[in-house]
Each structure stands twice: as structure tokens, then as C-alpha cells.
T-cell receptor
Framework: SQKIEQNSEALNIQEGKTATLTCNYT??????LQWYRQDPGRGPVFLLL?????KEKRKERLKVTFDTTLKQSLFHITASQPADSATYLC?????????????FGQGTTLQVKP | GAGVSQTPSNKVTEKGKYVELRCDPI?????LYWYRQSLGQGPEFLIY????????DSGLPNDRFFAVRPEGSVSTLKIQRTERGDSAVYLC??????????????FGPGTRLTVL
């Protein structure tokens, strides 16, 4: 079955440092992976999508990588700020890239301390 | 602009009762999704619509769960004979379409369902 695994332990880092979150998937490589941010009591908010043929994608202080050999995506936040504290979710399509069915990981909670 | 809205924000019901949860997607979005999220877990897919039809309902846990989208806009998730295990946050999302693998989904705030 197609699964997404994220580190369920919270990640605590100091303001200004780079946060790195890991997303591992099983089975065949998906056509793309997505990353979302979720704050308590709110719905997830889309951040980035990276395709299977893209090794890296950047958006402002965010960087995502996609390693099909390791079956892994890494999500980096550089120069982290307390406002970056949230839960970050990784998701993959179930099956083909044209499906609307997303499989989410359990999320990793990031806490950035001032 | 208006995002995805869900009503009610909270629903408390008794075991065995029937509940309806409503989702208003972003105007013009043809795809609509329902997920269920338990504490400490990621969203769990239930069903998605492309227009008025259910394109994939493989995540509905059993026949007590049903969803409709009669006019291709608003959707209602219906749960019959609720059980305590149905307690969760029910999230709705919408997207312009599903085609092309650009499946950025816009989520609502969710409805927190508590079954006593």
C-alpha cells in the first residue's frame, strides 16, 4: 500500500536556525509530493509541490527536495522564526497524478523558540 | 476573496443520531474533497467530487457515510447512526480541477464532530 511517514516527534529549534523535516514514502514514487502547513484549529494550507523529475524547489525561505532513490522528501525552512511554528504535512497522490485522492502523513510539529 | 467555508464549526450529537456537515467551496472550483482528521494524525481521505459526481469514494469507512454535491458547488457529508468512533474534525477542501497533477487543495477550517 502507498504510505507517507513523517517523524511524529516534535522538532524544537532555535530562531534563526534551519529546520529540516523528513517525509518518507513507500511503494513506487509518486508523480509529485505536496507540503502543507497546519496551525491549531485550522485547515491545512498548501505550501509547495515538487514533481518526481524535480530534485529541488524553492519558495522564499522554503526548500523542498525529492529523492526517488531514498524515497524521501526533505522540507527545509531557513532562518526560522517563531511564526514558523506549526505542524507540517507531506502528501502524495494515491495512484496516478490525475487523482484527487491525497494520502497525508501524520505531520511533524515544529516549534521555533526565540 | 472568500475561502472554503464549513458549517457548523462544532457539532455535538448523541450516539445513534444523524448528522449533516456542509461545505461551501471556493467559487468556480470543480473539485471538492472530504477528509477526516483525528488528533495527532494527518487528514484521512474520504471522498472527492469532480463536478456533481463522486470520482472516488474509496475512503468512506462504511455505508453510514454518504456525501452529495447535487449542483456541483455545495456539498453535504451525511453520517447516519453516529458512533463514538466518528468523533473527529471533518475537513473539506476544493481545487480548480484535478487534471495535470496541479492538485493544490484549499482547505476549510473544518467541523469538529463529537459523538457522546
Amino acid at each position: 500500500s502507498q504510505k507517507i511517514e513523517q517523524n511524529s516527534e516534535a522538532l524544537n529549534i532555535q530562531e534563526g536556525k534551519t529546520a529540516t523535516l523528513t517525509c518518507n514514502y513507500t511503494n513506487y514514487s509518486p508523480a509529485y509530493l505536496q507540503w502543507y502547513r497546519q496551525d491549531p484549529g485550522r485547515g491545512p494550507v498548501f505550501l509547495l509541490l515538487i514533481r518526481e523529475n524535480e530534485k529541488e524547489k524553492r519558495k522564499e525561505r522554503l526548500k523542498v527536495t525529492f529523492d526517488t532513490t531514498l524515497k524521501q522528501s526533505l522540507f527545509h525552512i531557513t532562518a526560522s522564526q517563531p511564526a514558523d511554528s506549526a505542524t507540517y504535512l507531506c502528501a502524495r497522490p494515491h495512484g496516478s497524478s490525475n487523482t484527487g485522492k491525497l494520502i497525508f502523513g501524520q505531520g511533524t510539529t515544529l516549534q521555533v523558540k526565540p | 476573496g472568500a475561502g472554503v467555508s464549513q458549517t457548523p464549526s462544532n457539532k455535538v450529537t448523541e450516539k445513534g443520531k444523524y448528522v449533516e456537515l456542509r461545505c461551501d467551496p471556493i467559487s468556480g472550483h470543480t473539485a471538492l474533497y472530504w477528509y477526516r482528521q483525528s488528533l495527532g494524525q494527518g487528514p484521512e481521505f474520504l471522498i472527492y467530487f469532480q463536478g456533481t459526481g463522486a470520482a472516488d469514494d474509496s475512503g468512506l469507512p462504511n455505508d453510514r457515510f454518504f456525501a452529495v454535491r447535487p449542483e456541483g458547488s455545495v456539498s453535504t457529508l451525511k453520517i447516519q447512526r453516529t458512533e463514538r468512533g466518528d468523533s473527529a474534525v471533518y475537513l473539506c477542501a476544493s481545487s480548480p480541477s484535478v487534471a495535470g497533477g496541479n492538485n493544490e487543495q484549499f482547505f476549510g477550517p473544518g467541523t469538529r464532530l463529537t459523538v457522546l
